[in-house]
Every structure is written in C-alpha cells, then in structure tokens.
C-alpha cells in the first residue's frame, strides 16, 4: 500500500493532542482518520483495519500550492486543530461527521449571522467534539509534500469520507448529496430569517 508510513504511524485521541507545543507539530504533513464507530451507512467493507478502527479519511497540510504559487500557511497543528475543537466552517471532516451523525446526535446544520456562517451550533458542536474523542483516533506523518502521498493514497485506498480527488468511491455521490441537503435546508433557513428580520425593521 502507497504510504506505509502514514498506516502505521501511532494512533492518537484528539485528547492527547495539544498537550505540548510539540504535539502535533507545527510542520507540512498529511494525517488519517480512524474510527471504531463508523457514521450510519458509511460502507467499510473495503477500508483499512487497525484492530478496532477503520481508516476513513485523510487530509492534508498545507494543500497543494496553486499554479500562481499561493502557498497556505497551514501546518499539522493547526489543521488539526480545526478538525477537533473547531466548527464546520474550519473542518470539511467536522462537516461530513456531522451531517452523517445528525440523527444520533440530534444535530442540526444552521446558518448564523449576517455571514451565514454554518455551523451545528455550540452545543452541537460540543457533542461532535466529544463524539470524535471517544470515537476517532488520527495518526500523521510529516512530510514537505503531502499532496503526493494524498494522491496515492486516494487512488489506492478505499476512503468513503473523502469528496475531493476521490470521484471513483461508490460512497462519494451518497455522501455529497447528504451535505448538499443539509447545507441547502440551513441556507433556506438562513434567508427566510434574514427575509423576516428585514420586513420587521422599522
């Protein structure tokens, strides 16, 4: 299997990260996702196994600089960050879980403010992020072109949770229609209120 580093890497509750400035380090890399309790519905038939946990998705930091040589700033520490204490806006992941759990959870995608930023809420929020730290462990490894690992491993690895660059999983029209539902109904809200709002000025 492409990667053998990254499968093998330690694996990591989002507990035991953050605890030192050195864990997860502030450098380019691309990190796994595993869980013991997959979302409803996710097939795992085909995805890797680590004793209980099945990897489901990766990610990378930074991503691919463009072809106007835009360069993002992003490192393992931060973007994982993101995933585990942050908000949908921040985290594709946070988003996906969220929208798969919304029944177990009893979650709901909202859109806020005058942005419409979405987000399950802070109490939602809060359940996803504790649902991840019971559930979800990540391992990572750095490398100064995670991309090229990325690529390898999409086209080599069965990863229902992953949408970009991953057009030939069965799983990704399934997935993809489930958030679009969910951002389209939260956008709906969003613009009823803000309608309402309007009319009710003075």
């Excluded at 990572?140 to 090229?148: C, D, L, Q, S």
């Amino acid at each position: 299997m492409p990667g053998p580093d990254l499968t093998q890497a330690p694996l990591i509750a989002p507990s035991d990260l953050f605890g030192s400035s050195a864990l997860p380090p502030r450098a380019a890399g691309i990190y796994a996702w595993y869980f013991d309790a997959p979302p409803p519905h996710v097939p795992i038939a085909d995805c890797l196994q680590r004793g209980p946990f099945t990897l489901l998705y990766i990610g990378i930091a930074p991503k691919q600089p463009s072809s106007f040589g835009a360069v993002s700033r992003a490192t393992l520490r931060s973007r994982l960050r993101q995933h585990c204490v942050g908000t949908v806006e921040g985290s594709t992941l946070r988003l996906t879980l969220g929208c798969l759990l919304a029944d177990t959870l009893g979650l709901r995608l909202a859109a806020l403010g005058r942005s419409g930023r979405l987000t399950f809420g802070a109490d939602g929020e809060a359940r996803l992020s504790a649902w991840m730290a019971v559930h979800a462990r990540v391992s990572f490894v750095i490398t100064p072109e995670p991309w090229e690992i990325e690529r390898q491993l999409l086209s080599a690895t069965s990863l229902p949770l992953n949408l970009r660059d991953n057009d030939g999983h069965p799983f990704r029209s399934t997935l993809g229609a489930i958030r679009s539902a969910a951002r389209a109904r939260a956008r709906a809200e969003w613009q009823h209120s803000s309608a309402a709002r309007e009319d009710a000025a003075p």
